[in-house]
């Protein structure tokens, strides 16, 4: 137990220890003899355990917080005068040698504009109601480390959290810089006398313990009262884990642009950037309404240059507020050049690339090459196999590269993909043009366009007839063992493998283009409202054409149209598209892609309602398919023949057909590739499930689009056509709460479903809560 001299000077109030206190746990015990109570006996009364009462009484432990007092005192039946004697001498005793210092506040200035962090705030805040409802000798004080990348306002939260906490920690909050980012940060010893002299403690008690008992001394002094510690700018945890207290009641708020992981015990807030209005309100607080509301349009620009950022949002701020000849469109057309951005984001000594370098400047580095090479990703983001091509390691490896750079609040991650911030990709770039050479940085991009169309390539002919799996001398990085993990990462680097191939493109690589285009023709039915399919065929068409190839480009037109009118609903554009795939296919005298052609071109008629046209153009098709033996076109224009008798009103005459069609498929076997055959089961279900309509069979109707939905499970696009096609039928049989829950499935299905199914279940749902009779949706 660490002991002072009675008394003490200073600004601070406190209470003083006189020589005729009786210490606490001499009158405990003097008062449990006297009630003629053992330890035990007392315990039972108390609820103190044996052991807690024991070392109380003789001073192995701290005195215990007000409400184990009060239990203490109601075990021992005291009188009024009693229980007050043994209060004050659990005050003496939590404050060894009178040091109680109330009210200590050590912060600096803050700011009178916050903004956001709503969130963050109010879990705080809770956290501290927890920690200060903590009052027992066992009480652990709540510590929270906030980190994220730089500029996030880590420090700004920290400070806001402390003045809408202050009320809970009455004994005092103190902020200590811990100056993480310096080349020689404080050591724990330092950093712990600067606390022990906030709090008041005299500088002959500090010497008369000595440095080795400041620990001690630090310790008891935040277990025995309720402070609230700000540790700003951590460096690491070797810095801040031996100024955690063990004990207490107090609140314990650790900033630091690490995650500091290798702390147990601990609460983490992660910071990112501001939501969009919380941004703009920020700049508009900083510019002011007038100026803002001027140009709504220039503000909306300078939040997203700014990449919500709060950092980049004052700096932007500040800089306008200082200038109040400028527009905020002049400072929006000045962040718009991404070459410039990044040393317009200044305003007197703060700097937003000199927040970032700090950072920098403390990777290792194999750890910076890495962060330097992200900016030549494409995309927004990228999972580890693409670091790993640019890093030049095996893979785990470059986990561990990518993991520090999360760690250093450099990179975000959710799950498996890592992003750089839009202000950190540019400062990645201008550390790319400094530290390697322009033909370092090409090579290392080209790599990397080549690795991903490359890989593209292989996960594509998961789904093409005569391909399937990789073959056997297929070295690569990505898992690629199965047609759906070819979908996954064929969707989760759509981006940066679409940038590879229109750079390629644009380079003259067109046999690239049409092998990575030919490779995905089967896949795009996987993923068919991704967005990007009409660019893609249609750029394809065009390399094609370039090559001097009219089969080629008969194929890669019939894509394009295809593409076009499903995708887009530009039904005339796909007609034009269609034939003049059709003048190439005999150009080049192949009666598969004329096929093709035809088949296309009816599925547009069919939309157009032009049933003449559209079913002479299927039977057209299929006699071509049955003649080039292209069963996988033969099988497609079966089912449209049968799609076409439906709408044209031969629902019987439909039924048969399709019937047909499933006895063509279920004879071919495996010669249709197995993601095929389910494809278009799922579309001759649904249109059996049309006829049935027509008939008037709602059950067989919702019976035959379930089967559907079994089907097309992990295919988006389908699940959302056939879930709205299923709330339509429902709704039409009455079965309004069915119908509900099959419209508001298609709506959860997210960006890659259907938009115009999305946006009909969306009205049908209107329609119902507008006019809850309702059963039978609009034609």
Not at 383 to 392: K, N, T
Not at 533 to 547: C, G, K, V
């Amino acid at each position: 137990m660490i002991t002072f001299p009675r008394g003490r000077k200073g600004d601070v109030e406190g209470e003083r220890v006189t020589g005729e206190q009786v210490s606490f746990g001499v009158l405990l015990r003097e008062l449990r003899l006297a009630a003629s109570l053992t330890l035990e006996g007392l315990a039972e009364t108390s609820g103190v355990s044996v052991r807690g009462i024991g070392d109380l009484e003789r001073g192995r432990r701290a005195a215990p917080q007000r409400r184990t007092v009060a239990a203490l005192a109601d075990g021992l039946a005291l009188g009024e005068a009693e229980r007050d004697r043994l209060l004050a001498a659990a005050r003496t005793r939590r404050d060894p040698g009178g040091y109680a210092p109330a009210g200590v506040r050590s912060f600096p200035r803050g700011i009178d504009d916050f903004i956001g962090r709503e969130q963050e705030v109010k879990e705080l805040t809770g956290l501290a109601q927890q920690a200060a409802a903590g009052g027992d000798e066992s009480a652990r004080p709540t510590v929270v480390v906030v980190c994220g990348p730089p500029g996030a306002g880590k420090t700004t939260l920290a400070l806001q959290a402390a003045q809408e906490l202050a009320g809970l920690f009455p004994d005092g909050q103190l902020m200590v810089d811990l100056r993480g980012m310096d080349d020689a940060p404080p050591d724990p010893p330092q950093l712990m006398l600067g606390v022990l002299k906030a709090l008041q403690v005299a500088d002959r008690d500090l010497a008369r313990v000595g440095p080795q008992g400041h620990p001690e001394l630090y310790r008891q002094l935040l277990a025995d009262h309720r402070h609230l510690l700000v540790l700003d700018n951590a460096r690491d945890e070797a810095q801040v884990r031996p100024l955690l207290p063990s004990a207490g009641a107090g609140m314990v708020l650790v900033t630091s642009r690490r995650m500091l992981t290798g702390l147990d015990n601990v609460r983490r807030l992660p910071l990112g950037e501001l939501e969009p209005q919380e941004a703009t309100a920020l700049l508009t607080g900083l510019v002011g309404t007038g100026r803002a509301d001027a140009d709504p349009a220039a503000v909306a620009e300078v939040v997203q240059r700014c990449g919500h950022l709060p950092l980049a949002l004052r700096v932007a701020g500040n800089w306008l507020a200082t200038r109040t000849g400028w527009s905020v469109r002049r400072l929006a057309d000045r962040l718009a050049r991404e070459d410039r951005r990044l040393g317009a984001l200044a305003a007197g000594d703060v700097h937003v690339s000199a927040a970032f370098e700090l950072s920098y400047q403390q990777l290792t580095p194999t750890a910076a090459r890495l962060f330097r090479r992200l900016a030549l990703v494409p995309g927004p983001d990228t999972g580890p196999e693409v670091a790993a091509q640019l890093a030049g390691q095996d893979l785990f490896d470059t986990e561990d590269t990518l993991e520090e750079l999360v760690e250093a609040g450099l990179l975000g991650t959710n799950g498996f993909r890592y992003r750089l911030h839009d202000l950190l990709r540019l400062y990645a770039r201008t550390r790319l043009a400094t530290e390697e050479s322009a033909a370092e940085a090409e090579a290392a991009g080209q790599a990397l366009h080549d690795w991903l169309l490359d890989t593209a390539v292989v996960a594509g002919r998961w789904y093409e007839p005569g391909h399937g799996a990789p073959p056997p001398d297929w070295r690569g990085t990505v898992d690629l063992s199965s047609a759906d993990k070819a979908l996954d990462w064929l969707k989760a680097e759509g981006l940066n493998w679409l940038a590879a191939y229109r750079a390629a493109a644009l380079s003259g690589d067109h046999a690239a283009v049409v092998e990575v285009a030919e490779a995905l023709h089967w896949f795009s039915d996987q993923w068919i409202f991704w967005g990007h399919w009409p660019e893609i065929f249609d750029t394809a068409a065009r390399s094609a054409q370039a090559l001097g190839d009219p089969l080629i480009e008969a194929t890669q037109l019939n894509y394009h149209a295809w593409a076009l009118s499903l995708c887009e609903g530009r039904h005339h554009n796909s007609l034009d598209a269609a034939a003049r795939a059709l003048a190439a296919a005999e150009r080049a005298g192949d009666l598969s892609q004329q096929a093709w052609a035809h088949q296309y071109r009816s599925a547009v008629f069919r939309r157009l309602e032009d049933w003449d046209q559209s079913m002479a153009s299927f039977r057209l098709a299929a006699e071509l398919f049955d003649a080039a033996g292209d069963l996988h076109g033969a099988l497609q224009a079966r089912h449209g023949v049968g799609q076409m008798l439906t709408k044209s009103g031969s629902a019987e005459e439909a039924l048969a057909s399709l019937a047909e069609t499933i006895a063509f498929l279920v004879d071919a076997g495996d010669r249709i590739e197995p993601h095929i055959a389910r494809f278009t089961r799922i579309q001759i279900h649904s249109a059996i499930s049309n006829a049935h309509e027509r008939l008037g069979d709602w059950e067989a109707a919702a019976g035959h689009l379930r089967t559907a939905l079994e089907l097309s499970h992990g295919n988006t696009g389908m699940t959302s056509r056939t879930l709205n096609h299923l709330g339509r039928v429902l709704l039409s049989a009455g079965r309004t709460a069915e119908a509900r829950e099959a419209f508001t499935s298609c709506i959860a299905q997210g960006p890659d479903a259907d938009p115009s199914k999305v946006a009909d279940s969306r009205e049908q749902l209107a329609l119902l809560d507008a006019a809850p009779g309702l059963q039978h949706p609009p034609p």
